[in-house]
């Protein structure tokens, strides 16, 4: 099959671009051609495909939209953008009327590449199209379903309870633009042409089906990672978390947990991006006499990254937002790791309290410092490692998700 894959990345940054490499290597493995289509960022990496790519809305340079110095015309044209975008059109038809795919597969679409892209491939070439929901962009002008440190899901009955609340970078502008620029699509049906919704979670999914989408249209297959299993040749193991640096994870909520602890038995190391002032101000939270039993590090890449999740002796992920179902979860499982993690969102789906790790109520800093402190005592984490295994083998190995996804998108070609 000849495959369009949709991502608004084309480099490495967060879960989506992990999961797009992640299955456009699974798919060339199986002969199938995959045809990019992403923004045209400075970190772009390489394709044949990259003539097709358009700049993005905030215009040429850095994804981040903080390193940025934008003028009022170069601001006023972003938000005309968000609602009409005729560069990434016309790049889009070129790429189809070029390529002519079987399918289309959109990734990650966020706020900046409208998904009229999808129903123009499906009203204008007659071709399948799947959107897989990575986050809650389609509801939330946030994304995140969380405000205010705590889960809140107002906008799924009150579309305009992000602009009173402020929940869009603080500010009711940016908040009414969001909510206009997600009543703008519903409004012109976009959704309505895509042929499946792939939900990577059960929570997704019951998201979806809560708002009214049709249940034939909406298909959970859980994600898959990389095979970690492997020998860990490091005799110091210590706790792992890993990804996003980011209040909603919970990273302050681990380093208060750390500190209750009187006398801790292992290090604790956190990796992921972040801005050096917050990496700054996490490590300031470490009480004083522990900061030797600290670390908090920049990203790390690739089987470095991998062998850093063989090396620990458990991973913790003390999300206190709705995570769907998280990259590093299923590779801490892969790597045969217990995983301490809140009971919130996806993640109770990957963990069974006291099987293969722990669950605690979300933001809870005594609940969280007695399983670390209980799990750092266990010794032999082999039983629950073994465990944790077998969750991946069962539900999240590449060939499982390869073989729903390939089964989707042939019955899409045919009918």
């Known amino acids: 099959m000849k495959i369009v894959l949709l991502n608004y990345h084309y480099f490495i940054h967060g879960g989506p671009d992990r999961y797009f490499f992640n299955i456009k290597n699974l798919l060339e493995r199986e002969g199938h051609t995959v045809i990019p289509f992403s923004f045209n960022y400075e970190e772009t990496y390489d394709t044949p495909y990259g003539e097709f790519f358009p700049d993005p809305i905030s215009g040429k340079g850095t994804f981040l939209l903080e390193n940025l110095q934008m003028s009022k015309f170069r601001k006023l044209l972003y938000v ?149 299993q492997g020998d860990s040749a490091n005799k110091d193991p210590y706790i792992l978390y890993y990804g996003k640096l980011i209040r909603e994870k919970g990273v302050e909520v681990l380093i208060d947990a750390y500190n209750k602890i009187k006398t801790p038995l292992i290090p604790l190391r956190l990796i992921g991006p972040c801005s050096d002032s917050y990496r700054k101000y996490l490590f300031s939270l470490v009480d004083h006499g522990k900061r030797k039993m600290v670390s908090i590090l920049p990203p790390l890449q690739g089987e470095v990254m991998w062998q850093a999740v063989r090396d620990s002796a458990f991973v913790v992920q003390p999300a206190i937002w709705l995570e769907n179902m998280p990259n590093t979860l299923v590779e801490a499982l892969s790597a045969g790791k217990p995983v301490i993690a809140s009971d919130i969102g996806s993640l109770t789906e990957l963990v069974s309290h006291g099987e293969n790790g722990y669950l605690v109520s979300p933001g809870d800093v005594n609940s969280l410092a007695i399983a670390i402190e209980k799990m750092s005592t266990l010794g032999d984490l082999s039983v629950m490692g073994a465990q944790a295994r077998s969750r991946y083998e069962l539900v999240h190995k590449a060939d499982h998700h390869l073989r729903k996804l390939i089964i989707t998108f042939k019955e899409l070609i045919v009918s």
């Open 80 to 228: 005309k953008k968000m609602f009409f975008n005729r560069q990434v059109e016309k790049k889009f038809i070129d790429l189809l009327s070029k390529e002519k795919p079987d399918i289309v597969y959109s990734i990650y679409l966020s706020s900046s590449m409208l998904p009229k892209i999808l129903y123009i491939a499906k009203t204008l070439f007659d071709i399948p199209v799947i959107y897989r929901l990575s986050d809650f962009h389609m509801f939330c002008p946030s994304y995140l379903f969380f405000r205010d440190g705590s889960v809140c899901q107002d906008c799924l009955t009150n579309s305009f309870a992000a602009v009173k609340n402020k929940c869009v970078q603080g500010s009711m502008a940016a908040s009414m633009l969001r909510v206009l620029q997600i009543t703008y699509i519903r409004w012109n049906k976009w959704y309505d042409k895509i042929d499946r919704f792939i939900c990577p979670s059960r929570l997704m999914e019951k998201t979806l089906l809560q708002a009214g989408f049709p249940r034939e249209k909406v298909l959970h297959v859980p994600t898959f990672s990389a095979d970690l």
